[in-house]
């Protein structure tokens, strides 16, 4: 199995180079105010998803950090997490007729 990820991982990588590879040309991005940014494709596509990818991190954070205080309070108050993890038995209903 582990040989099988590196295969997917080492192609996964070849191909994304391969990409960059033949996406160096240049272009301009085009700010207000006649402000221009003048860089290669890839750098450009590179820039924007780890913006987009910290901006995604950033905005899971707060739930991320309300779900640790609740665990935390949980705990304290003497539940643990093992608690939640065990499947709660519950009576079948009642057949009627």
Excluded: C, H
């Excluded at 700010?31 to 913006?51: E, G, H, N, R, S």
Aim: proline residues 5%; aromatic residues 12%.
């Amino acid at each position: 199995m582990r040989l099988i990820t590196w295969a997917i991982r080492i192609a996964l990588f070849v191909v994304l180079l391969a990409f960059a590879a033949k996406n160096t040309d240049p272009v301009t991005l085009r700010f207000y105010f006649d402000l221009a940014w003048q860089a290669p494709l890839v750098a450009l596509l590179l820039t924007f998803f780890a913006a987009g990818a910290a901006l995604g991190l950033i905005a899971m954070s707060g739930t991320y950090l309300a779900q640790r205080r609740e665990i935390a309070r949980l705990e304290r108050a003497g539940a643990s997490r093992k608690d939640f993890a065990r499947p709660i038995a519950t009576q079948p209903p009642a057949a009627e007729g």
